[in-house]
């Protein structure tokens, strides 16, 4: 059983930038691609980035495009999401998911991920 923990959420205001990370434990091989998804209350899991199984290729959401960078280092098991001039509307729930080893391409389809953390909190002011 794979487990995810996601840090590095906080309270900002308009502008800033933060490093989210998500660590990954458990299970007994490698990891399918990962993605970041936010999820606000009442609303579905928003797709904001997700990489391969290697990393090398990286798929951003339209209001992700220019300002987050998703990067994954598997020798420590870890997922980074760098953003960049935050805006209020951002502000939800940043969950990590990973797919199964199996599946090595990145998806915004958030279904296709069997394994999710619980999240770190973003909170944007103005």
């Known amino acids: 059983q794979v487990q995810l923990v996601e840090s590095g959420g906080g309270l900002v205001q308009a502008g800033a930038s933060l490093t989210l990370s998500c660590a990954a434990s458990?299970?007994?091989?490698?990891?399918?691609?990962m993605g970041w998804f936010r999820q606000v209350p009442e609303n579905e899991r928003e797709f904001v980035a997700a990489?391969?199984?290697?990393?090398?290729?990286?798929y951003y959401g339209d209001s992700a495009k220019g300002r987050f960078t998703i990067s994954r280092d598997n020798a420590k098991s870890t997922m980074t999401l760098e953003i960049h001039t935050l805006k209020t509307g951002e502000t939800g729930l940043y969950c990590c998911?990973?797919?199964?080893?199996?599946?090595?391409?990145?998806?915004?389809?958030?279904?296709?991920?069997?394994?999710w953390g619980r999240g770190t909190q973003v909170t944007v002011s103005s």
């Open positions: 998911g990973t797919r199964p080893a199996v599946s090595i391409r990145p998806t915004p389809r958030s279904w296709e991920y069997d394994y």
């Open positions: 990489c391969s199984a290697s990393g090398r290729s990286t």
């Open positions: 458990g299970g007994t091989g490698s990891l399918g691609a």
